[in-house]
């Protein structure tokens, strides 16, 4: 059975800085790995999205990268600000496209 | 595009009470999915769809059902309600024809059962 884990489960950094969220899942025959955003009471933002045949994938000062073989992503996120401030959540799916997620990363960043 | 949109936004029942929560997308796109979220947690698959009359059970579907007769709509039905079916759900779908199937949700139905 899949499993999806993401350490930290929480970060709290000073603006300015570079950081790296980690995701690792437990089998390495996904189809995909999706990294989302979620501010509080809210629904899930879509980041980045990473084939399995991909190994990163970049938006902004987000960057994405997957090694399946070892099952592993991190989440790089360049610059922090306060508006980046959020729960940051690991999905991968299989074959049938179902995703399993983590329990996500909560991030603060003091200005 | 409105995308994914959820109704109603919040709602209490009642132990034992039944209620339909509903998500519609205007994407066009086939598959659909229902997650549940609990405090603190990650996202659990409730059921999903791959086309209009087509649906599955994903990994907690007791207490629900659903219906698919449109590509649009996908509700969510909650019968005999439970305080253990308290959380936050969520609807979401994706396109087949990207062959990526990113999934984009809709921002939620808080539910409390007491």
């Known amino acids: 059975k899949q499993e999806v884990t993401q350490i930290p489960a929480a970060l709290s950094v000073p603006e300015g800085e570079n950081l790296v969220l980690n995701c690792s899942f437990t089998?390495?025959?996904?189809?995909?790995l999706q990294w989302f955003r979620q501010d509080p009471g809210k629904g899930l933002t879509s980041l980045l999205l990473?084939?399995?045949?991909?190994r990163e994938q970049t938006s902004g000062r987000l960057n994405a990268s997957l090694d399946k073989s070892s099952g592993r992503s991190t989440l790089y996120i360049a610059a922090s600000q306060p508006g980046d401030s959020a729960t940051y959540l690991c999905?991968?799916?299989?074959?049938?496209?179902?995703?399993?997620f983590g329990s996500g990363t909560r991030l603060l960043v003091r200005p | 595009n409105a995308g994914v949109t959820q109704t109603p936004k919040f709602r209490i029942l009642k132990i034992g009470q039944s209620m339909t929560l509903q998500c519609t997308q205007d994407?066009?796109?086939?598959?659909m999915y229902w997650y549940r979220q609990d405090p603190g947690m990650g996202l659990k698959l409730i059921y999903y769809s791959v086309g209009a009359g087509i649906t599955d059970k994903g990994e907690v579907p007791n207490g629900y059902n659903v219906s698919r007769s449109t590509t649009e709509d996908f509700p969510l039905r909650l019968e005999l309600a439970a305080p253990s079916q308290t959380s936050v759900y969520f609807c979401a779908s994706s396109a087949t024809s990207t062959g990526a199937y990113e999934q984009y949700f809709g921002p939620g139905t808080r539910l409390t059962v007491t």
């Open positions: 994407m066009n796109h086939n598959y």
């Open positions: 089998d390495s025959a996904i189809y995909n």
């Open positions: 990473i084939q399995s045949s991909q």
């Open positions: 999905a991968v799916s299989d074959s049938s496209y179902k995703l399993i």
